[in-house]
C-alpha cells in the first residue's frame, strides 16, 4: 500500500480484507418416467443420515463414460445429503440402462436408489446422454433425462445428471452445475499476489479472470454470472470494478474520490451496492448501472459496510459499529432507520443473505475465535456452522443449502475453501490448485 493510504484507510483495509460482500447449449428431452409425490425433505434433525444412490456405471462410448461416471460419484459423495455405493459393491459388468438394474444387488449394498446411464455419439458427432433413477425398494424407474451436447462438455453433462438426481430425491435445486470466483493467492505471505480465478464447484476448469501487480479483494457474482464485481488496489485510491467474464472487459463502477470497496449486484442485476470511505467513516450507497445515477443510503458517524439485497430486492443487510462495535442491521432497500439484528455475544460481519431468503449467514469474532453462522432475518435462530482460529467470509450456494467460506490455518501457510452445510452437518473442502480466500458462489448455469 503506498504513502498516500491514510490511516483511515488502513483500518478500514484491515477491516475488509477478508470480508465476503455484495457480489454451452443441452437441448433436453421430455422426461423418462413420471415423478413420484412422496419427495424425501432436507431437515436439520439430529438423526440426520444422507441417502444412499447406488451409481452404475453408464454404458455406450469408453472414453466419455469414463469422464461421466466418476464425475457424478464424487458430485455425491461431496453433497453431504447423497452417498454413492462403493463402486467395488456393484456389479463389474455393464448394466443395461434401459432395463432395471439388479434390485437385490442395490438393496444388499444399502441404497434406497439406484441410478444408470447411456452415453453415445450421434451422427452429427454430438454427445447424447442419458440417465434413469430407480427407486430400490418398488424396482421402478422414478425419473429420467436426455441431453445431447458438444463432446467437450461431459464434465458438465455429469453436473446436470447430478443435480436432476439430488432435486428428485432431496426435493430441492441442485447446485453442481454452478461456478465459484475466487482470490487465488500464490506466493510467500508477506508477497502474496492475489488473482481472481473461476472455477467449476468441484475444482476443475479453472482459470484466471483478473490478475496484475495490483491487490483484488471480494468478487462477487452477478445474478446471471456473467459479469464479477470486485475491490482492486491499485496506484491510486482503492475502486470496485466490473469484469465481464465472456468479453474480459473490465470497467470502474464510479469515480468517486476517496476509497470504494464492497460490492454486491442487486438481485435483478441493475444495481450495485458498495462503500464509500469518507473521513472517518463509510456509508452505503447504489448506483444504477443504466443510468450512473448514485444514491446515498446511509448517513451515519459510523463504518457502515458489506451490504447485501435480500432476494426480493426489499431490504439489505449490511455490517456497522454505529453502536461501537461491528454488529449486523437490515434496512429498506431504500435506506432510512435501521434495525439491529445480532445480539450474541462478540463482532458480526460479512452478511450475506441466502437466495432463499430464510438466512443470513455471517461472520463472528468471539474470543479469539472466528465463526460462520446463520440467523434468520429478523436475528433469531442463530446458528453457528464452524468455529477456530480464522473462518471468514460466507457464500451461499443457489439453492442456499451450503455456505463456501475460506479458513486461515495460521503460521506460514494460507487460507483455503471449504463448504458446509446450513445444518452443519459436514464439512467439505473446496480443492483450489494453491491457496484461496473470498469465494463468490455463482448461480447455476444456463
Keep these: 500500500m503506498n504513502d498516500r493510504v491514510s490511516e483511515t484507510v488502513r483500518r478500514l483495509i484491515r477491516a475488509l480484507m477478508y470480508a465476503v460482500v455484495g457480489v454451452c447449449a443441452f437441448v433436453a428431452s421430455a422426461g423418462l418416467a413420471c415423478a413420484q409425490t412422496n419427495d424425501l425433505f432436507i431437515h436439520p434433525g439430529q438423526n440426520f443420515q444422507p441417502v444412499i444412490v447406488a451409481v452404475f456405471p453408464f454404458v455406450g462410448e469408453e472414453t466419455q463414460t469414463q469422464k461421466l461416471t466418476p464425475v457424478i460419484i464424487n458430485n455425491f459423495s461431496r453433497s453431504v445429503f447423497l452417498q454413492p455405493v462403493d463402486p467395488a459393491k456393484l456389479p463389474a459388468v455393464a448394466v443395461n440402462p434401459s432395463a432395471p438394474p439388479p434390485m437385490e444387488t442395490v438393496r444388499q449394498a444399502g441404497a434406497q436408489y439406484a441410478l444408470t446411464g447411456r452415453v453415445v455419439r450421434g451422427g452429427d458427432g454430438r454427445l447424447q446422454t442419458e440417465f434413469r433413477l430407480w427407486d430400490a425398494s418398488t424396482g421402478l424407474q422414478i425419473a429420467g433425462q436426455q441431453y445431447t451436447t458438444d463432446i467437450n462438455n461431459a464434465r458438465r453433462v455429469a453436473h446436470i445428471v447430478s443435480d436432476a438426481v439430488f432435486s428428485r430425491i432431496t426435493g430441492e435445486k441442485g447446485f453442481f452445475d454452478s461456478r465459484i470466483v475466487f482470490v487465488d493467492e500464490t506466493g510467500p505471505k508477506e508477497r502474496r499476489v492475489k488473482r481472481l480465478a473461476l472455477m467449476d464447484v468441484d475444482g476443475f476448469n479453472l482459470r484466471t479472470v483478473a490478475g496484475s501487480k495490483d491487490?483484488?479483494?471480494?468478487?462477487?457474482?452477478?445474478?446471471?454470472?456473467?459479469?464479477?464485481?470486485?475491490?482492486?488496489?491499485?496506484?491510486?485510491?482503492?475502486?470496485?470494478?466490473?469484469?465481464?467474464?465472456?468479453?474480459?472487459?473490465?470497467?470502474?463502477?464510479?469515480?468517486?474520490?476517496?476509497?470504494?470497496?464492497?460490492?454486491?449486484?442487486?438481485?435483478?442485476?441493475?444495481?450495485?451496492?458498495?462503500?464509500?470511505?469518507?473521513?472517518?467513516?463509510?456509508?452505503?450507497?447504489?448506483?444504477?448501472?443504466?443510468?450512473?445515477?448514485?444514491?446515498?443510503?446511509?448517513?451515519?458517524?459510523?463504518?457502515?459496510?458489506?451490504?447485501?439485497?435480500?432476494?426480493?430486492?426489499?431490504?439489505?443487510?449490511?455490517?456497522?459499529?454505529?453502536?461501537?462495535?461491528?454488529?449486523?442491521?437490515?434496512?429498506?432497500?431504500?435506506?432510512?432507520?435501521?434495525?439491529?439484528?445480532?445480539?450474541?455475544?462478540?463482532?458480526?460481519?460479512?452478511?450475506?443473505?441466502?437466495?432463499?431468503?430464510?438466512?443470513?449467514?455471517?461472520?463472528?469474532?468471539?474470543?479469539?475465535?472466528?465463526?460462520?453462522?446463520?440467523?434468520?432475518?429478523?436475528?433469531?435462530?442463530?446458528?453457528?456452522?464452524?468455529?477456530?482460529?480464522?473462518?471468514?467470509?460466507?457464500s451461499f450456494a443457489p439453492n442456499g443449502l451450503f455456505v463456501m467460506f475460506f479458513r486461515e490455518s495460521g503460521g506460514s501457510g494460507g487460507p483455503k475453501l471449504f463448504m458446509i452445510d446450513v445444518f452443519g452437518h459436514q464439512e467439505v473442502p473446496v480443492p483450489t490448485p494453491g491457496y484461496a480466500s473470498d469465494p463468490s458462489w455463482g448461480p447455476l448455469l444456463d
Excluded at 464510479?254 to 454486491?264: A, E, I, L, V, Y
Design 215 to 394: 491487490l483484488v479483494v471480494t468478487p462477487r457474482f452477478s445474478p446471471n454470472g456473467l459479469e464479477v464485481a470486485y475491490m482492486a488496489f491499485g496506484e491510486n485510491e482503492p475502486k470496485v470494478y466490473v469484469i465481464n467474464l465472456e468479453t474480459g472487459q473490465h470497467e470502474v463502477v464510479g469515480n468517486f474520490p476517496g476509497m470504494t470497496f464492497s460490492p454486491r449486484f442487486s438481485p435483478d442485476g441493475q444495481k450495485v451496492l458498495m462503500s464509500l470511505s469518507q473521513g472517518a467513516n463509510s456509508n452505503i450507497y447504489v448506483m444504477d448501472l443504466r443510468s450512473r445515477t448514485t444514491t446515498r443510503l446511509t448517513d451515519a458517524v459510523a463504518i457502515d459496510t458489506s451490504p447485501c439485497y435480500s432476494p426480493d430486492q426489499s431490504q439489505i443487510a449490511f455490517e456497522s459499529d454505529r453502536g461501537g462495535t461491528q454488529q449486523l442491521y437490515v434496512m429498506s432497500a431504500q435506506g432510512g432507520p435501521a434495525k439491529r439484528i445480532s445480539f450474541g455475544a462478540g463482532r458480526y460481519s460479512t452478511p450475506v443473505w441466502s437466495p432463499k431468503g430464510d438466512l443470513i449467514a455471517f461472520t463472528k469474532q468471539d474470543e479469539g475465535q472466528f465463526a460462520i453462522g446463520v440467523m434468520k432475518p429478523d436475528g433469531s435462530g442463530e446458528r453457528i456452522l464452524v468455529s477456530g482460529f480464522h473462518n471468514e467470509g460466507p
